[in-house]
């Protein structure tokens, strides 16, 4: 669960980057990042950063497939983040719930060794 953390920060940091790069290649007229590009950092994870950076840097606010798409793709992936981790946490509780006695276990909890 820790590299899915690590991930999500790293993605999400990239996609605020590359919001603010955009916008400011927009205001000096200078060749873009396309949109699609855009939007695939946001299905990758990254929908937070993106949603960080059309809010901070104002950009893409003005176009409908970025102020419903976004945050449409953010809910998704809140979803089923946590969708993943209640079931990650649910079977790493079954697997130390149902341990097959055997002899070292029961003598390491009786105190004998």
């Known amino acids: 669960m ?3 953390m690590y991930y999500l920060i790293v ?3 990239l996609t605020w980057i590359i919001y603010g790069i955009d916008k400011w290649k927009a205001k000096r007229r ?3 990042i396309p ?10 994870g990254g929908c937070t950063g993106a949603l960080a950076g059309m809010l901070m840097f104002r950009h893409k ?3 409908l ?4 798409g976004v945050p449409v793709i953010f809910v998704v992936e809140s979803i089923f983040f946590v969708y993943i981790s209640h079931f990650t946490s649910l079977r ?3 697997s130390t719930a149902f341990i097959t006695p055997t002899a070292e276990n ?4 009786a105190g004998f060794i």
Do not use: Y
């Open 11 to 13: 993605v999400n940091l």
């Open 65 to 68: 497939k970025f102020m419903i």
């Open 35 to 44: 949109e699609r590009t855009l939007l695939l950092l946001a299905a990758a």
């Open 106 to 109: 029961i003598s390491t909890e």
């Open 30 to 32: 200078a060749w873009r």
């Open 2 to 4: 820790k590299w899915l």
């Open 92 to 94: 790493a509780a079954n």
């Open 61 to 63: 606010t003005r176009k």
